[in-house]
Each structure stands twice: as structure tokens, then as C-alpha cells.
């Protein structure tokens, strides 16, 4: 599977953002999707995850409560929803895919990357 994010910008604290990951083959609904991203001279951390059937989610607990992930199995489509965005938020966002997975939390269990997408926030 091929992925693409985008819908990454420049935005001011407290303001909103939604990251859009398009998946390009086949049987899109057998992988687990998660964001994870990266700052600048950070190591990537992971943001938020899906379960395959879009039923559970999981968050890290700095954008707990502030972010949201979501998935269109019909579209091949995942989603991340971010409010209240904070200067720290800013980052390379990635999505990732992870076949029959689980809402991994380790960067390692995913297969496949998307290309990232730039999020600063201004303060």
C-alpha cells in the first residue's frame, strides 16, 4: 500500500488542523493506521492509532483529548483531526499503515509510511 498525507500548513496556537492520508491498493481495511510524527532534532514519537475497523482508537497523552483520528474504509481514507493546537505540536507528521495490526504504539510494527506532512504552530 501507497500512502500520501497532506493538509499539513502554518496555523496559530489554539487554532485547528486536519491531516487527511490517502492509501492506494488493495484491501485497505486490513491495516491498523497510525500518525506518529517528528520535530526538529527529536527522535519520531507516535501521535494517535486506529483499529482496522475503525472501532478503537488510541492516543499519546500529550494530544489526548485534543486530537482525533478516524478512518473511511469506502474512501481509503485516515484522518487526523487536530484543535488546540500548541507550539510543540509542531512537527513532520506521518501516517503509517500496519497489515492486520493493532493500534501499535512501536514504529517498528508498521510496513508501510506515508511522506509526512509539515505542521508549524505559531505562538
Known amino acids: 500500500v501507497q500512502l500520501q498525507a497532506s493538509g499539513g500548513g502554518l496555523v496559530q496556537a489554539g487554532g485547528s488542523v486536519r491531516l487527511s492520508c490517502a492509501a492506494s491498493?488493495?484491501?485497505?481495511?486490513?491495516?491498523?493506521m497510525g500518525w506518529f510524527r517528528q520535530a526538529p532534532g527529536k527522535e519520531r514519537e507516535f501521535v494517535a492509532a486506529i483499529n482496522r475497523n475503525g472501532g478503537s482508537t488510541d492516543y499519546a497523552d500529550s494530544v489526548k483529548g485534543r486530537f482525533t483520528i478516524s478512518r473511511d474504509n469506502t474512501k481509503n481514507m485516515v484522518y487526523l483531526q487536530m484543535n488546540s493546537l500548541k507550539p510543540e505540536d509542531t512537527a513532520v507528521y506521518y501516517c503509517a499503515a500496519d497489515y492486520y495490526g493493532g493500534k501499535s504504539r512501536n514504529e517498528g510494527s508498521y510496513d508501510y509510511w506515508g511522506q509526512g506532512t509539515q505542521v508549524t504552530v505559531s505562538s
Open positions: 491498493g488493495p484491501n485497505f481495511s486490513r491495516y491498523a
